[in-house]
């Protein structure tokens, strides 16, 4: 309460009196109808999605106001005023569970009683205005003074309004304002009987009705707008990632604030221009061949992309993109989200250190155990022979014997330890198999197996390194052959399988346990008598570094399936880890 509210009180309590002294009888049957149909209109407000001063409704039930305060007087305007206001008052008081505010109440019946006088002294000193001007007017007055008062209320109480606050609202207010001026020039005529009277009200209501749906409509779905609107801008704002919208042109229309933080570039500078000038040079043409497969096929793609900084250093990222169709089919934009990798490569790095540290470990512990047993021979032979010289011819045999197993140790622990030459290249892997198939066909006949390719049918070139994945197939068909030394049959199947190439190859020999095959792989571990359980070891590894797998199948009793699976996108992968050293 201050100074301001009380003067408002006073006169909201004074507004009783004049009603009182002017309300005056009429016929009751027209004062009825504008009556209920004020109230009934105050029910039915015009929302709009503007107006943030005040708040987003306009009061249609002004209309019957200043229909009442011109044919009827002050007096039955001010009567309706005082129901309609303690209506929304108990409304109020209901839904915050709170007693009326009789301060409030009378009050704001000050604020309406100062506006209708205004209106009442408009009508008795310009009596001949047109009926849609004298409308408009009556409306405009009755509107602007409840607002400024309003205002006031407000900074009497300490909140900060100006005249820009003032103008704002009157943004929101001047399309509902006019909407209802019109209405009211519709009513505002001579009427014969109640009968006519009815009929412009029920006209004007249908006609505000209809607006207030529309305008309900228009500010629910502009709610809905914002707020998914306000969803997609803090994703947008607070996500990593680069998100980035081009057209058919490959013009960018849309970049994320994340550019800025990502690559120093402001989305001002990128959008408009084109998608080739923040991409690596090298990587523009696979970016092109994507978007208009995207454009033309509405193909997905994933692919690796480096982007150059605006310092000029190269980011590696892995792009995922889609295209974006309109009502008529045709594609508008393609969209396209790209993720650092930067960091997920460091991790990679740093879990394949840990691997090798592992493993390394494990190694050595066994080729610690297994030199040292053929050592502990020699050790012994040459203590027995240093006694007694003369044993040296007979103990002879067994040294080579035990250097041997020595040395086939060492061999084949650096064929595993030691870096692979060669580089990797889209190859046929039809002919890497018919290549190892050769290298050991000698070997197969001295054993009496024979080796079958089977028929196939087309496969596509996959990205490798022919001498590892060469290496892989002759460590596989040795074991085959190795394990029918009555000889038999080796069946090599290849086949194409969504985005793999898989290669079968199936042998006839003693098979292998369930237990054993859970432990294939590991170093060191081995069925055969003069093995040494390296050459699956290394076998495992070159086929992970492509992104492949191997899986061995067996009953235990007869035959055994190796199944190697190689990606086709190998190729990503591998540019994945080639360019993350750039």
């Not at 309609?84 to 505010?101: E, G, M, P, V, W």
């Not at 709610?223 to 990632?241: C, L, N, V, W």
Request: proline share 4%.
């Amino acid at each position: 309460m201050n100074w301001y509210t009380s003067v408002l009180f006073l006169i909201g309590c004074a507004s009783l009196v004049e009603l009182w002294q002017k309300l005056q009888l009429h016929p009751w049957s027209p004062l009825l109808i504008m009556f209920l149909f004020s109230l009934i209109l105050s029910f039915f407000p015009i929302r709009l999605p503007r107006g943030k001063a005040i708040g987003n409704e306009y009061s249609t039930g002004n209309v019957g106001f200043i229909f009442l305060l011109l044919y009827f007087g002050i007096g039955a305007s001010l009567a309706a005023l005082w129901a309609d206001t303690l209506i929304l008052n108990i409304r109020h008081a209901h839904s915050k569970s709170q007693k009326i505010s009789w301060f409030r109440l009378f009050s704001t019946m000050g604020m309406y009683n100062v506006c209708a006088l205004a209106d009442a002294a408009l009508i008795k000193n310009f009596p001949h205005l047109p009926l849609w001007l004298m409308s408009a007017l009556l409306l405009f007055i009755f509107d602007a003074l409840n607002l400024l008062m309003l205002l006031g209320v407000r900074d009497s109480v300490g909140e900060k309004v100006s005249m820009q606050t003032y103008l704002n609202s009157w943004q929101f207010m001047i399309y509902p304002m006019f909407i209802c001026a019109v209405v009211l020039t519709t009513i505002l005529k001579p009427y014969h009987d109640p009968l006519h009277l009815i009929l412009d009200c029920i006209y004007s209501f249908l006609i505000l009705f209809s607006i207030i749906y529309l305008t309900r409509q228009h500010a629910k779905a502009t709610t809905m707008y914002q707020t998914i609107a306000s969803k997609q801008q803090i994703i947008t704002d607070h996500t990593r990632d680069l998100i980035t919208i081009v057209d058919p042109k490959r013009d960018v229309t849309y970049a994320s604030p994340s550019h800025l933080t990502l690559l120093g570039r402001s989305p001002k500078h990128i959008e408009g221009q084109s998608l080739d000038g923040v991409i690596h040079k090298d990587d523009v043409a696979q970016v092109k061949s994507a978007i208009h497969s995207a454009l033309y096929n509405h193909a997905e793609f994933t692919l690796p992309v480096r982007f150059v900084h605006e310092d000029g250093r190269p980011i590696l990222t892995e792009i995922k993109g889609s295209s974006v169709t309109g009502e008529d089919g045709d594609v508008r934009h393609v969209v396209m989200v790209a993720r650092d990798l930067s960091e997920r490569v460091e991790v990679d790095e740093m879990l394949r250190r840990s691997d090798r540290l592992a493993v390394v470990g494990q190694l050595a512990a066994g080729v610690a155990h297994e030199i040292r047993n053929p050592l502990t021979s020699v050790k012994g032979f040459l203590k027995i022979i240093a006694k007694n010289p003369a044993d040296l011819a007979r103990f002879l045999p067994i040294l080579w014997a035990e250097f041997n197993q020595i040395e086939t140790v060492i061999n084949e622990f650096l064929v595993w330890s030691k870096p692979q030459f060669g580089q990797y290249m889209n190859e046929d892997i039809v002919s890497l198999v018919g290549n190892a198939v050769a290298m050991l066909e000698p070997h197969a006949k001295f054993c009496n197996v024979e080796i079958r390719i089977l028929p196939t049918e087309y496969i596509p070139p996959v990205y490798c390194n022919a001498n590892h994945i060469k290496q892989v197939f002759v460590n596989v068909l040795k074991n085959a052959i190795e394990s029918m030394p009555h000889g038999g049959l080796v069946d090599i199947d290849i086949e194409l399988e969504e985005k793999c190439v898989i290669v079968r190859i199936t042998d006839e020999g003693c098979g292998i346990d369930e237990e054993n095959l859970k432990r294939i792989g590991d170093p060191f571990f081995t069925t055969k008598s003069d093995g040494t359980g390296l050459g699956m070891v290394v076998s495992f590894k070159i086929i992970s570094d492509h992104g492949g797998t191997i899986r061995l199948t067996s009953d235990g009793v007869q035959g055994t399936t190796v199944e190697i699976r190689l990606p086709l996108e190998t190729s990503q992968q591998i540019q994945l880890v080639e360019t993350s050293a750039l």
